[in-house]
Nanobody, 121 residues
Framework: QLQLVESGGGLVQPGGSLRLSCTPS????????IAWLRQAPGKEREEVSC???????YYADSVKGRFTISRDTAKDTVYLQLNNLKPDDTAVYYC???????????????WGQGTQVTVSS
């Protein structure tokens, strides 16, 4: 069964950058929409970005202009480039398969374990 594996998180200063990766285990990302979500303590889960099966992209207003989602078909990987990071971006970031259109899904499948992003000076 398909499982998703996130990597690339870490500790970064405000204004810094990270690149998160989402890779498959036991399957392929080909033909799947993939969403990036984040969960911070005391905050609601938020879908921050999504790439559709035909590579249309969605961004939450909170990250628009700072985050970029992309797909490398040859590496079977979906990336989330995080630029100009802010302390409010601190969260565990997950990739998952949205059970609905990008930006409108309320349920997700094939969750990974998540990768911690901490933005602090």
């Amino acid at each position: 069964q398909l499982q998703l594996v996130e990597s690339g998180g870490g500790l970064v200063q405000p204004g810094g950058s990270l690149r998160l990766s989402c890779t498959p285990s036991g399957g392929t990302l080909s033909g799947y929409a993939i969403a990036w979500l984040r969960q911070a303590p005391g905050k609601e889960r938020e879908e921050v970005s999504c790439i559709s099966s035909v590579d249309n992209t969605y961004y939450a207003d909170s990250v628009k202009g700072r985050f970029t989602i992309s797909r490398d078909t040859a590496k079977d990987t979906v990336y989330l480039q995080l630029n100009n990071l802010k302390p409010d971006d601190t969260a565990v970031y997950y990739c998952a398969y949205p059970l609905g259109p990008c930006g409108y899904a309320t349920e997700y499948n094939y969750w990974g374990q998540g990768t911690q992003v901490t933005v602090s000076s």
